[in-house]
């Protein structure tokens, strides 16, 4: 299987933590979206999408990034995201799921997305930053398993 993870990440480098994870378990290519030849997309059987989250969605630029990208009827690709707050929480904006936003552009590109993964990470975004960020033990190794049992599933 040749796969593809595109990631986007920005502070802590929660998120590429998870895509290299990723990368490694499906023998893939860890990427960011300027690093994408657009016109290659359809030689990948798999592709990953993941940021952090800001503001209840996916960063800007992945959510730009997927907006340029063709027509893929069909293709196979999960969405993944990492937050310091849990999915559901606190995301109106959303409606309570932090992939909805990407998720819904990806469909009307005519991906077929098979599933989403997210998980909690250092957060010093805001008035965290006063307390020394929040979640300071997330991305552990129990983490990192559960990332690479999504992934063989």
């Given at each position: 299987m040749k796969a593809l993870i595109i990631y986007i990440s920005i502070h802590h480098g929660n998120t590429k933590k998870i895509g290299k994870a990723m990368a490694d378990v499906l023998g893939g290519e860890l990427v960011r979206p300027g690093e994408v030849n657009i016109n290659k997309l359809s030689?990948?059987?798999?592709?990953?999408?993941?940021?952090?989250?800001?503001f209840g969605k996916h960063h800007r630029s992945?959510?730009?990034f997927?907006?340029?990208?063709?027509?893929?009827k069909d293709k196979k690709v999960f969405?993944?995201?990492?937050?310091?707050?849990?999915?559901?929480?606190?995301?109106?904006?959303?409606?309570?799921?932090?992939?909805?936003?990407?998720k819904e552009k990806m469909l009307g590109k005519g991906f077929d997305i098979i599933r989403e993964f997210s998980c909690?990470?250092?957060?010093?975004?805001?008035?965290?930053?006063?307390i020394g960020g929040i979640n300071r033990k997330r991305l552990n190794e129990e983490s990192l398993k559960k990332t690479r049992r999504f992934v063989r599933e």
């Open positions: 030689e990948y059987d798999l592709i990953g999408f993941g940021s952090g989250v800001y992945l959510l730009n997927v907006d340029e990208l063709p027509v893929l969405i993944f995201s990492t937050s310091g707050m849990r999915n559901g929480i606190l995301q109106f904006r959303s409606g309570g799921n932090f992939n909805r936003p990407v909690r990470g250092l957060n010093t975004y805001g008035p965290f930053k006063l």
